[in-house]
């Protein structure tokens, strides 16, 4: 079975500090995705990664960013908490091209983030 | 824009008996891929059926069905014989061609014992 890993399942942070989410895949996917989960609004793409070092925004890309330094794993940054990124969070992995477009995504199980 | 519009946020449905789960569309692409997915209380999204758009029949799995209306941009869900443990968030999703997934606002359904 796909394993999509996210470390912290439950963080509190203050406004203004530095926040990293991690996750890890174990299935060898090229691609690798950050969602951002709010009640009313459903799930929205924050940034999408489909290899190594390669990187692209989704819908809600301000105030954050990514890092993917090795392929089984996908950092998401909050350079600065606010309040505002309350919210949960999920990080997901598929197969890339040329299977491409409509292979299953796989999900972590998320990251609960408070900011205060 | 490309959209995907869940109308109902919640629905409620007897053991047994069967829901339908409501969703639409809006993209002019003519090759995409719909889903739906499953997030039961504190756990894991899990995909449940996925719908290739150039196939003309419904995919189905097991309990679970579409009903896939490509014109009028329509993919609904239907779960037959609802069982408790189909109570969770449903989630519309549409990759609209590409490899990332555009999701609808979620259905909440209750199985009411």
């Known amino acids: 079975d796909v394993k999509v890993t996210q470390s912290s399942r439950y963080l509190v942070k203050r406004t203004g500090e530095k926040v990293f989410l991690e996750c890890v895949q174990d299935m060898d996917h090229e691609n690798m995705f950050w969602y951002r989960q709010d009640p009313g609004l459903g799930l929205r793409l924050i940034y999408f990664s489909y290899d190594v070092k390669m990187k692209e925004k989704g819908d809600i890309p301000e105030g954050y960013s990514v890092s993917r330094e090795k392929k089984e794993r996908f950092s998401l940054i909050l350079e600065s908490a606010s309040t505002n990124q309350t919210s949960m969070y999920l990080c997901?992995?598929?197969?890339?091209?040329?299977?491409?477009?409509?292979?299953?995504?796989?999900f972590g199980e998320g990251s609960w983030l408070t900011v205060v | 824009a490309q959209t995907v519009t869940q109308s109902q946020p919640e629905m409620s449905v007897q053991e047994a008996e069967t829901v339908t789960l409501s969703c639409t569309y809006d993209t002019s692409e003519s090759d995409y891929y719909l889903f739906w997915y499953k997030q039961p209380p504190s756990r894991q999204m899990i995909l449940v059926i996925r719908?290739?758009?150039?196939?003309?029949q419904n995919a189905t799995e097991n309990r679970f069905s579409v009903n896939f209306q490509k014109a009028a941009k329509s993919f609904s869900l239907k779960i037959s014989d609802s069982q408790l443990g189909d109570a969770a968030m449903y989630f519309c999703?549409?990759?609209?061609?590409?490899?990332?997934?555009?999701f609808g606002t979620g259905t909440r359904l209750t199985i009411i014992p």
């Open positions: 997901a992995s598929s197969l890339g091209s040329p299977q491409g477009a409509g292979n299953t995504i796989y």
């Open positions: 999703a549409n990759n609209f061609g590409n490899e990332k997934l555009t």
């Open positions: 719908q290739e758009a150039y196939k003309q």
